[in-house]
């Protein structure tokens, strides 16, 4: 192959990746066209802390996905899924849910969100310390 035409095609193939968007333009000035969010973990024990690190999020532009960082999202919980509207938002830390029962996760992300439940047990106040024999019948 002659000099010429590697050059052409070099030349031909830094203008098409000229073209093509990059992959951080969803986290700069691109808007993207889907937002979604993948739980982590769906039961936790009253008490326990909620905590970003218990999702994922993406989003898609122009047929590109890329993971959202969830430092980027808006977080709530839903205490009570009646009223999926009153929500506590969550801070950059652990958020510890002190009541049981099934929650909505609110995820925001730009103009886009997304939600998903959770469920929170109460504690088993029947387990007595020692051991326990139970007996078939």
């Not at 093509?20 to 889907?34: M, Q």
């Not at 989003?59 to 009153?86: F, K, R």
């Not at 510890?96 to 469920?119: F, Q």
């Amino acid at each position: 192959m002659s000099r010429l035409c590697r050059f052409f095609i070099i030349l031909i193939a830094a203008y098409t990746a000229g073209c093509t968007p990059t992959i951080g333009s969803i986290g700069g000035s691109g808007t993207a066209e889907r937002f979604w969010v993948v739980p982590k973990k769906d039961k936790y024990n009253q008490n326990d802390p909620f905590s970003r690190k218990d999702l994922e999020a993406y989003a898609s532009y122009q047929g590109v996905v890329e993971s959202v960082p969830v430092a980027n999202v808006e977080i709530g919980i839903a205490d009570n899924i009646d009223l999926p509207d009153v929500m506590n938002f969550i801070p950059s830390g652990d958020y510890p849910l002190k009541t049981s029962g099934k929650k909505i996760v609110v995820v925001e992300y730009r103009d886009m969100s997304d939600r998903y439940s959770i469920e929170v047990l109460a504690p088993d106040n029947s387990a007595k310390p020692g051991i326990h024999i139970e007996w078939a019948e």
